[in-house]
């Protein structure tokens, strides 16, 4: 279990100090029951010309649920580039993260990624969306396991500001007796939110 936790906030803290240094990007989203905040900045290429590294992070907070308010943290590194497909862009990593639930918390280390797709013949209008997972052997504390998926769709009001609307669900359920199912998605719900690049 300690070398599960130290592993997770190492990753976290090695992407969260560049995010202080220069971000890349900046966002947030929100509906009537959660806000999400993020960040993230591209790191020098491995290979020249060819795969980039990037580090993101963010916070989100929900109260959809009455004495089981959620607060995650997380911190992700990742492998971005081209798919191979015009206007189609991802990315594939690690995510270290931290939810807190009123009377339950744990942390995990999370594989998953991100996709973005801009309509070549449209290209201020899109797609974006992420999958992470993290199964119960990677995640601690009371919980069972972390999911969380989400979908957007994009437009760009101007090239360095796009606006969005979505979808999410995160999914942190309590292991053992006391693993009721309630609650198994403390953040779900659709969200309107404005991302600026710089």
């Keep these: 279990m300690f070398k599960t936790r130290l592993l997770v906030f190492a990753v976290m803290l090695g992407a969260i100090v560049p995010l202080s240094v220069q971000a890349s ?9 959660s806000f999400n905040i993020y960040g993230g900045t591209a790191l020098q290429n491995f290979i020249p010309g060819a795969v980039n590294t990037a580090v993101e992070g963010g916070f989100l907070f929900d109260d959809h649920n009455p004495g089981d308010y959620l607060k995650f943290v997380h911190a992700d ?21 931290y939810g807190n639930r009123e009377h339950f918390s744990g ?33 601690g504390g009371n919980y069972q396991h972390y999911f969380q998926y989400g979908l957007n769709v994009d437009y760009q009001l101007l090239r360095q500001a796009t606006v969005y609307a979505g979808y999410r669900r995160l999914d942190l359920p ?17 969200h309107l939110g404005i991302r600026i690049d710089f």
């Design 25 to 33: 990007n900046v966002g947030a989203d929100f509906n009537d029951h």
């Design 174 to 190: 309590i292991s053992g007796s006391v693993g009721t199912g309630r609650a198994d998605a403390p953040s779900q719900g659709f």
């Design 107 to 139: 942390e995990g280390l999370a594989l998953g990624g991100w996709v973005s797709y801009y309509f070549p013949a449209y290209n201020r209008i899109g797609f974006s969306g992420g999958l992470w997972y993290a199964p119960n052997i990677l995640t």
């Design 77 to 97: 590194l990742v492998t971005t580039g081209s798919l191979g497909i015009n206007g189609a862009t991802g990315a594939i990593g690690l995510r270290g993260f």
